[in-house]
Every structure is written in C-alpha cells, then in structure tokens.
C-alpha cells in the first residue's frame, strides 16, 4: 500500500470527505484529490501533520508495502490532545468527587431518622422517616449516575489510551512530566486529608459503643467522614490517574 491509498484509507476510516480533510490542514480540496490519485506528494510538514492527524507515525505513511508487516501503526498524541484530555479529567475530577461523596452519604437521612422515629425522639411517623430517607438516597444515587455518565461521555473520545499503544513526543513529555510535579503537593495533601478522614471516622462508634441509641447515629457520622474522605481521595486520585495515563507510569505502565 503506498501513501496515495494509505491517506485514502485513513481518511475514510475517519469518515471524512477531502473537503474536511483538506479543512483539517488548511490546504484546497483539490490538494488532497492529487495526492490520493497519486498526482502528487504531501511536502514533510504536511506528512508530519498527516501522523499526528491520524496517530500514524512518518514511517507507516512513508514506508512500502513490502516494509509495512514489519512496522506497527503508532498512535502518536499531540500536545493540543494531552493539553486537552488532561484539562477534561481535571474539570471531571471535581464531579466525579463529588458524585461519590453523594453515594456515601445516600443513606444517612434514611438511618437517622427510622432510628429517631425508633427511640421516639423524633415526632415524625416511621412510615414518612423512611419515605423520606429512601427519596434523599434515590436523588442523591441518580445526581450520582448522572455525573458519572456526564464525565464518561466528556472522555469517551480517548478511550483508547487504554487499549491501544501510544508514544509522545519529547517536548510533549516533558509538559506532562512538568505538570505532574506541579500537582504532586496537591496530590499529596488531599490524600493525607482523605486518609485521615476515613480512619477517624471509627471514632464515634467507640465513642458511643455503650448508648444503643447513639450507635446507631453513631453510623450516621462514620458515613458523613468516610464520605468526606473519599471525595478527597477520588479528587486526588482522578487527575493523577490521568496523568500517569498519559506518561505510562504507576498503574499505567505498560
């Protein structure tokens, strides 16, 4: 396959016409129609913006036929796709903490107040506590839902830094590798805060062990601290998952 049928292939599996290929690259239509019937060739700024287009590398457009089984077609992301997908999952962090913290905290209205009702230190009917508890923790559950979906759908479209294989250029890497140690005294503040919280959240339940009725509330704050915790811990986490995504590190290595 030559480089008049691989950019004709490429092109195509985009879904693109010439005409939007042309757009993508700020050249005519007419460009575009020469080089996939072979009339001419893409001059070397345009096949390195053909690569980064369509995370090729140089050589797959370049190389033969005869070369190309010996060659695996490399997704190469461009500083414009990191700058941008690591901005999406900083914005995302922030929704997805917060969708989890309502997650933790769904039931504590629905305890509560049944146990209120229960010991009869709350004048409410235990039919309208629990209707009460059970609404709190469908909304919070589906604000929840909601929020998670929103962000999936915000970063679907780089899906496959998880499946495929991908490389960065150097000055690309160096901007990831700069932001990340920026972020690190974040990262590690919010981790300790959110650690902390999860272990002293235990503390009213031995506080209370011997009070029946304070137990029971006592869960109510252990749910109100873990779930403190665990929306610094999920702040934390989101974008330094990101960007060990983007350098291959941690979890991420390949």
């Known amino acids: 396959m030559n480089l008049s049928e691989k950019i004709m292939m490429l092109r195509k599996k985009e879904g693109w016409s010439q005409e939007e290929l042309a757009n993508h690259l700020q050249i005519s239509r007419q460009a575009v129609s020469k ?8 001059d070397t700024d345009k096949i390195i913006q053909l690569s980064q287009l369509f995370h090729v590398t140089t050589d797959y457009l370049l190389l033969d036929q005869e070369n190309e089984g010996n060659i695996q077609t490399e997704i190469y992301l461009s500083l414009t796709q990191v700058q941008e997908y690591l901005k999406i999952r900083k914005q995302s962090s922030l929704k997805i903490a917060f969708a989890t913290f309502l997650c933790v905290i769904s039931p504590i209205p629905l305890i509560g107040f049944t146990t209120l009702c229960q010991y009869q230190r709350f004048h409410m009917a235990e039919n309208l506590a629990i209707s009460i508890g059970l609404s709190f923790l469908i909304i919070c559950i589906t604000i929840a839902v909601i929020l998670f979906c929103l962000c999936a759908f915000k970063v679907k479209k780089y ?3 998880e499946k495929e294989d991908f490389s960065l250029e150097n000055s690309v890497k160096e901007y990831a590798v700069k932001e990340k140690e920026a972020y ?3 990262y590690h503040r919010y981790q300790i805060l959110g650690i902390a919280l999860c272990i002293l959240s235990v503390l009213p ?3 209370f062990l011997n009070y029946e009725f304070l137990e029971s ?6 749910l109100l601290f873990v779930s403190i915790g665990c929306f610094f811990l999920v702040l934390a986490g989101t974008y330094q998952n990101a960007l060990d995504k983007i350098l291959q590190t941690g979890d991420y290595t390949p």
């Open 205 to 207: 339940i031995f506080i």
């Open 159 to 161: 899906d496959f830094l």
């Open 184 to 186: 690190q005294d974040h």
């Open 217 to 222: 509330i006592a869960v109510c704050f252990l």
């Open 35 to 42: 080089w996939e019937s072979g009339q001419s060739m893409p």
